[in-house]
């Protein structure tokens, strides 16, 4: 038969309140009754339970993700930064795609909470945080990533998103490109429109006009890149590059360039943000704002954790992670 906590309790002449004490590595216990328990722990094969553990510390060892979406190598990349940042700490992950509806995420939140998990990571870039604040629990730890943080709410990791797209907007410029269109993302998306804003901030900066047929909006998935680009082609003069303001929505404009007979760069040149593992394989390869996705990931668990250590009563930080443009070959000269 398995072997209990009585068994082991009985085993070492203690209590069971003092073997859950040495398992959990609560409270004070002497060296010599500490190794009597994990003696008689490995001569009964005992395995601790989970819940049992939970019963002791308060705690689930479980962490709840919500994400507007888990399509994608963006996604796949920020759930590995999260979950091994999880397993260092020997906790589990439980996750759930919203799309980024507010009734959504009240939903998931019914769910996680209540015992459930011990903290939440919500990357929500339609929802701000004062919209979040009250519809989340005050005692629940949670760690924004990438949503609008209006006021310090909750901690937050967020990259610059502003900066990434103004540096890479320069750098086609730097180029000689002067007619530069943009495929941005949804209009209410947090992430969209710091993007837009650090393309016009450059276009500004150098004297350059901002025109409205440049500027084609998409919803951060290849078909939408793909559609928005057959469309800036109908434009005259057509842009010579095209900032794409994520990198799946520029391998959508890579294939409509394609299609169409034309070079990249030589013709139209294409760049990107996120620098997902895949930009660099394409042909050619994508120029693209690197954006640390598995440190994104990484950063908001260890910052849940201070929370979650805290009891919530820790002061609220926002992280901001810095990006740069990284070029490859699908950027040049324009023509002529």
């Not at 939440?120 to 870039?125: A, E, F, H, K, N």
């Not at 990259?159 to 209410?188: D, P, S, T």
């Amino acid at each position: 038969m398995k072997a209990t906590i009585k068994d082991v309790a009985r085993r070492a002449g203690v209590s069971i309140a003092t073997v859950s004490r040495a398992i959990n590595n609560v409270g004070p216990l002497r060296e010599e009754t500490r190794s009597r328990i994990i003696s008689a722990i490995r001569e009964l094969n005992y395995s601790p339970n989970a819940m049992g553990r939970g019963l002791v510390t308060s705690r689930t060892e479980t962490l709840g993700v919500i994400l507007p979406d888990v399509h994608g190598e963006f996604f796949s990349e920020l759930m590995r930064g999260i979950d091994q940042a999880a397993r260092a700490r020997n906790y589990h992950i439980m996750i759930s795609s919203t799309h980024s509806e507010k009734s959504e995420i009240e939903s998931m939140l019914k769910h996680m909470r209540g015992g459930r998990v011990d903290g939440i990571i919500i990357m929500s870039p339609h929802v701000g945080s004062l919209e979040l604040h009250g519809i989340i629990p005050r005692s629940l730890p949670v760690v924004l990533l990438n949503c609008c943080a209006q006021h310090a709410l909750f901690d937050t990791v967020q990259i610059n998103n502003f900066g990434g797209a103004y540096k890479m907007v320069k750098h086609l410029i730097g180029h000689g490109h002067e007619r530069i269109a943009i495929i941005k993302g949804q209009e209410n998306n947090y992430d969209a429109l710091e993007r837009y804003r650090g393309y016009r901030a450059a276009l500004e900066e150098h004297g350059l006009p901002i025109l409205s047929q440049l500027e084609v909006t998409g919803n951060f998935t290849e078909e939408s890149g793909f559609a928005a680009t057959r469309l800036l082609l109908n434009v005259y003069p057509r842009p010579t590059a095209i900032f794409a303001s994520n990198d799946a929505m520029a391998i959508g404009a890579i294939r409509a360039l394609h299609e169409a007979g034309l070079a990249i760069p030589e013709d139209v040149a294409i760049a990107g943000f996120d620098d997902i593992p895949m930009s660099r394989y394409l042909t050619p390869p994508l120029s693209s704002v690197h954006v640390p996705i598995f440190e994104l990931g990484a950063k908001a668990v260890e910052r849940l954790f201070v929370s979650i250590d805290a009891k919530n009563k820790n002061p609220k930080q926002r992280i901001l992670l810095d990006v740069d443009p990284i070029p490859r070959e699908s950027c040049c000269h324009p023509k002529g």
